[in-house]
Each structure stands twice: as C-alpha cells, then as structure tokens.
C-alpha cells in the first residue's frame, strides 16, 4: 500500500460510486487504489455483491457493473478528444506566434476540459439565493423558464449573496407549465469560450433532456461549479423548451453563427437554430460573474 | 473444435463484421457506434474474464484463473475496451473475423503482459502439467456451506427489504434492477423526467444499503458525515487555538 494511499478517502469514493455514482476518471483512479489496498477493495466487494443481490444476480456480473465500466471508458475517451485539442494548440503557439496562439486559445481552450456539475443530493445546503434578473416580467398562466440559485456548500455559516462569484456552485430550478412532458436544454454562453457550457443535458450527451409537464421550479438536482469552465465577466445562460428533443449538434451550429454575428450575449437575440417542424420557446438571463446580475428577458 | 463446429462458429451473426456500416462509423471513432460495440460486447467479456483461460508463455502452460472480484474485472474490462477503441486498434479490427475473437485477444494479451511483467497480485495464475493441459478447468469454482448459508440470508434480506419499498419504487426496481434496463429506458417506460427516475435509483440504493447496516452488514457505514469526528476535530482545533 502506497503511503498517499487513504483509506477513508477511498471508502468515502466507494460509497459515492455506489450511492450514485462517479465520473470516469475518478473510477478508474478508485479501481488501481484497490489494487494497492487489500482492505479497500473487500470494501469495495461487499457493496458489489449487495448490488448484484439487490438486482436478483448473486454470483453473476450485474448489468450496473457492465454501465460502470462502460461509464469509465466514455468518460475517458471525452477527457482524451479535449486534452488532444489542447496538444494541438500547444503544438501550433510557437509557429503562429503570440498573437495568433492567444486568439487560438481564446477561441478554443476553455471549451469544457472538466466536468463543472457536482451532485447536490448530499450536500448540506445552508443557504441558497436566487439570482433573478431585475425588472423581469412573465405570464404566470403560460410560462415557461429557468431560475438560477447561488448555493452555499460550506460548513462555515451562511453567506447571503447578492452577487456571482467565480468561487460560487449556482442550481436552477425550471417551470414548465404546459400539461404534457416535454424536454429542456440549458447551457451557458460567455465570450472567451468557444462552445456552449452544457448543464442540460451533460457533455457528451446528444439531446434535450426530457422535463415533465405542469411543474413551477422543480429542482434540476445538481450544482454547477462556475470556478470550473466558465470565465468571470457575462455570462448569458439560455434555455430551450421543446415538445420534441433538440439535437446538441443543432444547438452547437446556431450558437457559431450567433457568436459571428457578435451578439451572442445580447438577451434579446434570439438563437438562430435551423430546427424545422419543432416549435421551441427560448428563455434567457444575463449574469456578469465576480459582479451583480443585470438584464433579463423572455422571448 | 470440429469442423462442424468451426462452420457453426463462423455463421453465427456478429454485430460488427455483418454491419458495414456501423463498422465504418466505429473506424472512425464515433461515439454513437462505440457505445453499441461496447454494450453488444462488454458481458461476454466480462464473463470470459471471469472464467479464465489457458495460455502459452515461453515454452510453458499456465492457466489464468479469472478475476474473483468485481472491482478488477470492471477495470480490465475498461482497460481493454480503452485499448481496442484506440485508432490504432480500431484500423487493425480486418471486419472479416467475429470482433469478439479481436476483443478477446486483446484481452488475452494483456493479462499475458500482466504476467510477464510480474505483477503479483493483479492475476492469478498457474501453472498447467502435462494432465491438465488439454482442457483449462477453472479451479475453486464450488462455493464453501458457510458462503451458500450467506447467500441465502442475503437473499431473505433483500426479499425482506422489497416488502417495504413504496409503490412508485417497487415498479421503477422491477423495470431498472430486475429487468436490467437503462435509466433512459425506464424514464420512457414510466413517463418520468430522466431527472426523477435518477432520483428514484439513488433513493433505493440509499434506502437498500442503510437497511443492510441495520441488518449489520456493514461496520460503521455511514451517508452522512459523522457528527461525533466533527465534533472531535473541532474539539481538537479549539483546544489547540487556546493552549
């Protein structure tokens, strides 16, 4: 056993993965400290067969372990294609020169390199305030929207907040007031990062998440670390509600050709998504990280 | 292997060699075809893993007896997909033999490079003579009274705590643990957001390993922090600020 080896740490790593789950590198991290640890890993077995007992496969591979490692190896392979963009540009800064290798990078390195969503189901919340744009009107009978709550995660009192931080994990909350189900992507857009900043659905997933019907600020559950991806300065975060689910691909192309047009940030443009035969209801606020909240608006 | 039986082999449909398409779109890496190549092929490997297998190293037999443990066939499992998904790997696959007999190569492969690199520990193996080297029997496959006598109080258990799940639970378990279906799948089925059935298998998961502890099955598990070491450790800061 090494000596960095913990194993409190690690049981504490074994009961996530088994509660709900860890990304993939940090499972695959877990799996060669077990190898170091005789005692971790029986910790480890015992949690398993009592996965496979609950699922009725005593003895057998349960279908969780088949998507644990399958989790582990996606999670990786997204890790490798945006670490692989980053040596590229490292390889092109000395041959384009400063000024090129700056706009390069502005344009391509902040592009989600770590995953900024935490789970929030078991942390102590002591203090939650919503960040709502000032001066902003709805219809409460056929309204459709998002608001963005600041979290407090510390154990150190409670912090009222009346401004973004970088240091801050924001949560949203989202009304979708139509009767039937329906599907929700919200993300965020700031200048300096080339792609959206995906909170619904994840990275690496290809559509909307699906919502359901008739709900006034249901949770969404997780915690989005700003320190991790985004920048401080505006931050538009902008959701997209659909009867049917809307592609990434789709959303990622009209989010290009919105930033060409250099109002990508203005609340008041909407999307120019190419999407025929679904009808979407876009809704957008516009935050300034490390300052106060400023405009908002409802198209 | 007979010649029947090659002739069976060959015939039998695999994904990947009978789907050109799909093997197009896995030579170039995409996503979308990788998941259905790992999804299609993962238990079968996890089973072989699990069995074991003979092999040929510098003129001597030796069997691997297969990962006991969950955790190392999960890690194998991953580290051998991350191997044969690598470009390199996904090139070399000729589209003509089963992928699963290229899977399974590389899987042989590395256990083999775990062994002749010594890694005590990561592999159980031993070595074959001369009677039992026609056929690899998995040794110590048998289960102990005492691990049967576990198993089915294990059972009782999770029968015990099933009675006691809430409805809404109860058919989200049946769709998700029993039926072995994806979150996905079972947010369909149910006509539940993807969010809600998320929050369903982690209210179970909680739920199941805290009734175990109160069954004793584990020793000082806890979801929580534990309140009493806080309250030492800020015992202890207090005291030191002050002495």
Known sequence: MSLSHSHRRTEKQIRRLFARGLEGRSMVRLWKSLHECPSCAKIYERYSVL???????????????????????????????????????????????????????????PAHPASHRVDLSEVRITGMQQLAARGESRKSASYVGFRVFTVNTGDDGIGEKSRLDIGDTITFTYTYAKKEKGYMMLFGLQENVAKPLWYYPDYGKKRSISVAGDRVDEPLGDGIRLAVNHQEGPLRILSLFSKTPIQVNDVERAVLELRQTGQMLDVNKPLPLKISNIEVTEYSLLFNINGTTSVGATK | MNRYTAVKRMNQMDLLRDNRSLLDAFRRGDEVALRQVYFEYAEALFAFLKKGFSFHSRGRNFAFNGYQASWQIEDAVQDIFMRAFKDEARQAYDGLRPYKTYLFTIARNRVMDLFRKEKPGRIDVRELNEVDDSEFVKDGEAKTPEQLSGDRELEEQVKQFLEGLAPDLNTFFQIRFVEGRSLEDAAIALKLTDYRVKRHEQQIRKQFFQFMQSCGYFGGYSFRDRGVEKLIVATLLTYGRFC
């Open chain 1, 51 to 109: 996965e496979s007992a609950l699922a009725g496969r005593g003895g057998t591979v349960s279908h969780f372990s088949v998507e644990r490692a399958g989790q582990a190896i996606f999670g990786q392979l997204n890790e490798g294609a945006q670490q692989r963009r980053v040596r590229v540009i490292k390889w092109l800064a000395p041959v384009a020169g400063a000024v090129a290798a700056t706009l390069v990078l502005l344009l391509l390195l």
